[in-house]
Every structure is written in C-alpha cells, then in structure tokens.
C-alpha cells in the first residue's frame, strides 16, 4: 500500500489540506497527517482546529512515498520555517521521491532550492518565491517527482492527480466519478 506524509502547520487551509486526506484514503493510500507544530491539535487558517495523526518529531518520516504541503497563510510560511521538515523534504528531493505542494506552499519547495528548472504553479501573486522555476499558470504541475498546484479552487484536481500518481489512473477515474467530480 502506498504511503503519504501531509503536514500540518499552524494557519493550514482547512480544504487544500483535508479535501487531499479525503481523496487518497478514498483510494485506500495511507495518508498520515502530521504536526510541525509540537501540538497534536492543529488550528487552521480559518479557526478550525483538527487533530493531526502523528507529530513530527515522533519518529522517522523516512517512509513514504509522498510528502505533501498544503497552503495557507501563515501556513505556508511557517512550513518553511521548519527545520526538519527542510531537512526531510532535501533528503525526499535527492532520493527523487515524490514531494506535493499547493498554494503558497511550492514557495517552501522554491526556498530550499527543490525547484530549479522545474515548471511549477503556485497561488496567484507569490510566483517570485518559486525561486529557480518556470512558472505556469495550470492548476496542476507534475515535473519529474514535484508536483505543484495552485489553490483551493484546484484542490480535488491536485488530490485526484496525486491519486493517479500513487494508484493509477483507473483508480483515479474511480474516485473523480465516485465524488461527481466532471
């Protein structure tokens, strides 16, 4: 079975995060959420507070398939200040594994450096933090092992492609119908 890691950061947004969740275990891909900020309870962008799986500092998270961000504000910016989770998404990005990111959130993957001469997407207005990429306006951007997306409106696009990538495109097609996604 495939795994994921999705993080969650103080200021998340709430759909780009959970509509993701949703759609992988809808497709029977272990999605984990994880904490990065020491607390167990997560409070969102919008005031929601939801209780992640895991913390981050409880054990290795070496072993997934996927890493995956989502945005918010200051969701996204406080992802980036993580150090950990910098040093996991570098070791993910050598080993060529499969990294995720929406909204603001391909800004982290631009400030580590993950991101040069790679065509990303991100939310409108924050295209100069995707240092070192080509900017495309799609809702969704796979290049290689990234990929990238830009926002709440493209979230089930983002889930339902991340699906395709880990289970397939039948499995995928699966879902989308299953949820009336046209």
């Known amino acids: 079975m495939k795994k994921t890691y999705l993080f969650l950061a103080t200021g998340f947004e709430e759909v780009e995060a959970l509509a993701v969740v949703d759609i992988l275990r809808r497709a029977d891909i272990t999605c984990t959420t994880v904490s990065v900020t020491g607390?167990?309870?997560?409070?969102?962008?919008?005031?929601?507070?939801?209780?992640?799986?895991?913390?981050?500092?409880?054990?290795?998270?070496?072993?997934?398939?996927?890493?995956?961000?989502?945005?918010?504000?200051?969701?996204?910016?406080?992802l980036l200040a993580h150090e950990g989770l910098k040093e996991l998404l570098c070791s993910y990005n050598a080993e060529k594994k499969y990294i995720a990111a929406i909204c603001g959130a391909p800004s982290v993957l631009g400030a580590h450096g993950?991101?040069?001469?790679?065509?990303?997407?991100?939310?409108?207005?924050?295209?100069?933090?995707?240092?070192?990429?080509?900017?495309?306006?799609?809702?969704?951007?796979?290049?290689?092992?990234?990929?990238?997306?830009?926002?709440?409106?493209?979230?089930l696009?983002?889930?339902?492609?991340?699906?395709?990538?880990?289970?397939?495109?039948?499995?995928?097609?699966?879902i989308a119908k299953s949820i009336l996604h046209a």
Request: hydrophobic fraction near 35%.
């Open 39 to 78: 607390d167990i309870n997560v409070t969102s962008s919008h005031k929601i507070t939801v209780k992640a799986d895991r913390l981050f500092e409880d054990g290795s998270l070496f072993d997934a398939d996927m890493l995956i961000l989502p945005g918010g504000a200051p969701g996204y910016k406080n």
């Open 114 to 155: 993950l991101l040069k001469d790679r065509k990303a997407t991100c939310y409108p207005g924050i295209e100069k933090e995707l240092t070192g990429a080509d900017y495309t306006n799609s809702n969704v951007v796979k290049d290689g092992h990234i990929i990238t997306s830009r926002g709440v409106g493209t979230a």
């Open 157 to 174: 696009d983002f889930a339902l492609a991340l699906t395709e990538i880990l289970a397939g495109c039948d499995k995928s097609s699966e």
